[in-house]
């Protein structure tokens, strides 16, 4: 293919993407035949971009084009999420001088009434009226952001969070791009991330802090590739300070052979949880936090896997649904599974760090009962320095779980989890089973 066909197909695919994107962003979930056309149109875009392009990537080509995706997307609302409504909920709350983890939505109303501003437009929105807040006062800290500069509207709102989020996208680019290049990586990897469709949707269009998860673990991981002990602890800190799994990976760094007796990584780690967990405690929350997170793993479930599989058994030998005790025995799993995981791996490289990390967040992901699309996100942005593809192809399997939401009431239907999930067993087999690479 000569070098000026090359390029019509490179801006083709480019133009495919972002049309698609525009498109999609004004599709609600309900309508999945159509989310599910658009969104594997704009992912074939990303592997047009992909495919065609060499090695070597042009930087600034790169991160505008990616802005000019996100950007393209901005002024439109979530449609696949209400967790935006939920954010700027809690943040009106601690605007107002209330804590935000003392009454569920239910409660405010019932004892404040529907009041004015951002609450009066929101309760109807909030898919979880009757549950305490499950985000950590880091996260509580962006919303009260938002809200401030809201000024009473839930649009303005949006696009304040939104203004963040993307933000945070380009800091995970530019540590994207400063790791594939100390790991001597292909920098074109980056577009597997930068240019996704699931990335770009659930980040910035449907407002999911899950890519500011990731430039913390990013920033911990490139801490750590300059022997900044401490900051890289802080950054982990931050991490889990936003969102609470990356506390999965403490027994990675406990285990790790650069960092197990480690004052500096540990006693800022530690400084940093206590800070950005300080607020629990001094507002007397921490029983209505973990309230909620037990509720959340005791009864909802979404888009699991091995937990389906093992319900289904529990249905056959006890007659119920046996999510209380699943949910126990999974995290015993998991936790065993990674204290392992990390044992095997304590001699690692630093090179091999991201992918005993992916390895945690996989076994995390198999035994719960809850799987939301962007939830694998921190996942994939790591894979993209492991070089596995098993979240790359979840990024695109992880829209068949959209459409439980074109039922009513939502209902998942077993062919649909069995595509998506046939796609991470197939990036299972390429990542651990067989000893080849891919799409080079």
Do not use: C
């Not at 983890?101 to 501003?117: A, D, F, N, R």
């Not at 969102?243 to 400084?271: D, N, Q, Y």
């Amino acid at each position: 293919m000569n070098d000026s066909v090359k390029k019509g197909f490179k801006v083709a695919s480019v133009v495919l993407l972002a049309g698609a994107l525009v498109q999609l962003a004004q599709v609600p979930r309900e309508n999945f035949g159509l989310t599910f056309l658009l969104f594997t149109l704009a992912f074939g875009g990303l592997l047009g971009s992909y495919l065609l392009s060499g090695k070597q990537v042009d930087f600034k080509r790169l991160l505008l084009l990616g802005i000019v995706l996100r950007g393209s997307i901005f002024f439109f609302g979530p449609n696949w999420s209400e967790d935006g409504a939920r954010f700027l909920w809690d943040g009106e709350l601690l605007l107002q001088g209330q804590n935000p983890y003392l009454l569920t939505p239910m409660q405010v109303l019932e004892q404040q009434g529907e009041g004015s501003g951002l609450h009066a437009q929101l309760f109807q929105v909030l898919n979880s009226p009757n549950y305490y807040s499950v985000y950590p006062p880091l996260n509580q800290a962006l919303f009260w952001f938002g809200a401030l500069a809201a000024k009473g509207s839930v649009e303005q709102g949006y696009l304040i969070l939104r203004s963040l989020l993307l933000l945070g996208e380009i800091g995970v680019f530019y540590l994207l791009w400063g790791l594939v290049v100390r790991f001597q990586l292909p920098q074109k990897q980056i577009i597997l991330y930068w240019y996704n469709p699931l990335v770009i949707m659930e980040v910035v269009g449907n407002l999911h802090f899950e890519g500011f998860v990731l430039l913390f673990l990013l920033t911990t991981l490139l801490s750590l590739s300059r022997q900044r002990l401490g900051w890289s602890g802080a950054f982990w800190g931050l991490a889990a300070g936003i969102k609470l799994l990356p506390f999965l990976l403490a027994p990675a760094f406990f285990f790790w052979k650069g960092i197990r007796f480690s004052t500096r990584f540990w006693g800022m780690a530690v400084g940093v949880l206590v800070l950005v967990f300080l607020p629990l405690v001094y507002w007397d929350s921490w029983g209505n936090f973990f309230q909620s997170l037990q509720l959340y793993q005791g009864k909802f479930e979404f888009n699991a896997s091995l937990y389906y599989l093992f319900r289904a058994l529990g249905y056959e030998l006890a007659g119920f649904n046996t999510i209380w005790y699943l949910t126990k025995v999974g995290m015993v799993i998991t936790l065993l599974g990674a204290i392992l995981l990390s044992w095997k791996h304590s001699n690692a490289s630093l090179f091999e760090i991201p992918g005993v990390w992916v390895q945690l967040y996989l076994l995390f992901f198999l035994f719960q009962p809850v799987v939301h699309p962007w939830y694998i996100l921190p996942g994939l942005g790591l894979s993209i320095l492991s070089r596995q593809w098993t979240f790359f192809l979840w990024s695109f399997g992880a829209i068949f779980s959209y459409q439980a939401y074109s039922q009513n009431p939502v209902q998942e239907q077993p062919l649909f989890l069995g595509f998506e999930y046939g796609l991470v067993l197939l990036g299972l087999y390429l990542d651990y089973f067989r000893k080849k690479e891919l799409l080079t």
